[in-house]
């Protein structure tokens, strides 16, 4: 094959990228916004000792299981979104919607029992670990205190999300990222006021930190649904949105089969991320501090291939709605180079300038040896992860659900929380160690993903 064979077939010209970039970059700005947000946040959390730092870390490690329940949720009943809306099936539209309002109730108030009911032991299972000056008493009331007012944004995170989501699966990606610039800037200023105590503002800490990101996610919530309303012109599967709850029995059937294994999925992986993080924190207190520096690095860093998979489930669905399965194909293929070569370049540059981050935190010269050291580690398997990321939407986009549970959170739990366990348990490996094996593992992983995308079995069309 030529290289000119070769440019065709696997990069796109320059209207291809202008066409993804219109999906991707909104979603980037907005992600972009808020990670780089949830950074400060961090910093000035931070500030306030290792122990709070601690705390608040457990608890979004506890919260991103949720925040993964309602993404993967609402996620599968969005494949159907998304091919509504590639056929102009506005009815359609509005059922799914009406399906996902259901489930975010239901998963907000299942998630807010557990929490009340367990949150002081789950806590307690990030402490086991020792660390020389970090009181596990202190983080562990600072832990509490922050759940206790989180729990109260669980609702209009839910309903956000149930808008964004349809708004982004019907290529409308503007408002949700100016809705989520609005809140994390809100979030922000919140949180300089609250947590030091500014303008004559009480200083309240982490829970002040709490407050801050609550009132936010209910100015998000408050942006989307007033928007979204009054542009009947332009979504005209708002009309008669709330007219009815109703879901028809046949079509909530389907959503429940495609649907239900995406939801376990990401439920399963959420919870296997958490477990890693509890098995990486029995090397010590430290371990837990230096994680929380790390993630939220590179969470900052991983947005433009994560997003670019987000995108690979809007665009390539849409085609396949509507019936253009070789297009979807060639549009795929060219999407997951672009998002392998872009991980690339993020990976270099995140590895090189790694030192500078964990320097920004009020911490202990050994929490921020040990986050750097995490930091390289997740920077040099990120092509890897973006490949990952490309073929799990790939798959998910034609409705292959059940697969892409096995892919993901099936392989999490099947083999690397083994090697976790394995390396932790009978090994005297450090925690950057031990990730570093458990990331490799995902090799199997890759080839068996590149294998599944290569053979065409996602190119489905599951809307009649």
């Avoid at 990730?435 to 993903?449: E, P, Q, R, T």
């Amino acid at each position: 094959m030529t290289l000119q064979s070769l440019k065709r077939k696997y990069i796109g010209d320059r209207a291809f990228y202008r066409m993804v970039l219109a999906v991707a970059v909104p979603m980037m700005i907005q992600n972009g916004i808020t990670n780089f947000v949830s950074l400060l946040d961090n910093l000035m959390v931070g500030q306030t000792g290792t122990e709070q730092m601690s705390g608040v870390a457990i608890v979004n490690v506890l919260l991103f299981v949720y925040n993964l329940c309602i993404f993967g949720g609402l996620s599968g009943v969005g494949i159907f979104t998304a091919q509504y809306a590639g056929r102009e099936d506005h009815e359609g539209i509005r059922t799914s919607f009406r399906a996902k309002v259901w489930l975010a109730c239901l998963l907000t108030v299942l998630a807010a029992v557990v929490f009340l009911g367990w949150g002081e032991p789950l806590i307690r299972l990030y402490l086991q670990g020792s660390a020389e000056g970090v009181d596990p008493l202190l983080t562990l009331s600072s832990a509490e205190d922050y759940l206790k007012v989180m729990l109260l944004g669980l609702p209009a995170f839910a309903f956000s999300q149930v808008y964004t989501s349809t708004l982004r699966e019907c290529s409308e990606t503007m408002l949700p990222m100016k809705a989520g610039i609005s809140a994390v800037l809100t979030n922000l200023l919140l949180n300089w006021l609250l947590i030091g105590g500014n303008l004559g503002f009480p200083a309240l800490g982490v829970v002040g930190a709490a407050w801050a990101t609550v009132i936010s996610r209910y100015v998000e919530l408050l942006i989307v649904v007033c928007w979204t309303h009054t542009r009947g012109l332009r979504m005209r599967w708002v009309h008669g949105l709330w007219s009815t709850t109703r879901v028809p029995l046949q079509q909530l059937r389907e959503f429940i089969r495609r649907g239900f294994p995406l939801l376990a999925n990401e439920a399963l992986w959420a919870g296997a991320q958490a477990v890693l993080n509890q098995r990486y924190s029995v090397r010590g207190q430290d371990v837990v501090a230096a994680l929380n520096i790390a993630s939220t690095i590179n969470n900052l860093f991983f947005i433009v291939f994560a997003t670019l998979g987000s995108s690979i489930g809007i665009v390539v669905g849409q085609q396949l709605g509507a019936g253009r399965l070789e297009e979807a194909k060639e549009t795929d293929r060219k999407m997951i180079v672009f998002s392998i070569l872009t991980a690339v370049g993020t990976a270099v540059t995140l590895f090189l300038v790694s030192p500078l981050f964990p320097q920004l935190y009020n911490t202990t010269d050994a929490v921020r040896t040990l986050a750097v050291r995490l930091i390289r580690v997740n920077a040099c398997f990120m092509p890897l992860h973006a490949f990952m990321n490309a073929a799990y939407f790939t798959l998910r986009c034609g409705g292959k659900t059940v697969i892409t549970f096995l892919f993901d959170s099936g392989f999490a739990w099947v083999v690397s929380i083994p090697i976790a366990f394995a390396l932790t348990l009978m090994t005297d490996l450090s925690a950057p160690a031990i990730m570093a094996f458990v990331n490799a593992g995902d090799l199997i992983k890759c080839v068996a993903g590149y294998v599944m995308v290569k053979r065409g079995m996602w190119i489905h069309r599951i809307v009649a």
